[in-house]
């Protein structure tokens, strides 16, 4: 079992940057390949971005490709996501989750561990 504990969320102004952790539990995150998500009220869970165990692969969601960057350091357990030039429709409670897949899989039913969230809003 691992337990995925994000921060870093809050309230910023449109055109504003923020940094999300996803620190884990036990000293194997890079077991695994993590992503983030994020949901929006009323809308459905939304794919942004995955990599690999050791970080040199990487996918985003088209909508968030070139301001959104993932990254990860296996030596502190914690895997990033920088978030720059945010918009409103950035919005959301934003999830990061563990899978124990082989492949940079961009399906939420594919993780197998997620923690609670961390919410960012971004104000116009």
Request: hydrophobic share 35%.
């Amino acid at each position: 079992q691992v337990q995925l504990v994000e921060s870093g969320g809050g309230l910023v102004q449109v055109g504003g940057s923020l940094r999300l952790s996803c620190a884990a539990s036990e000293r194997t995150l890079s077991s695994y390949i993590v992503g983030w998500f994020r949901q929006a009220p009323g809308l459905e869970r939304e794919f942004v971005a995955v990599i690999s165990w050791g970080g040199g692969h990487t996918r985003y969601a088209d909508s968030v490709k070139g301001p959104f960057t993932i990254s990860r350091d296996n030596a502190k357990n914690t895997v990033y996501l920088q978030m720059n030039s945010l918009k409103p429709e950035d919005t959301a409670l934003y999830c990061c989750a563990a899978t124990h897949s082989m492949y940079l899989t961009t399906s939420p039913e594919s993780f197998d561990y997620w923690g609670q969230g961390t919410q960012v809003a971004v104000s116009s």
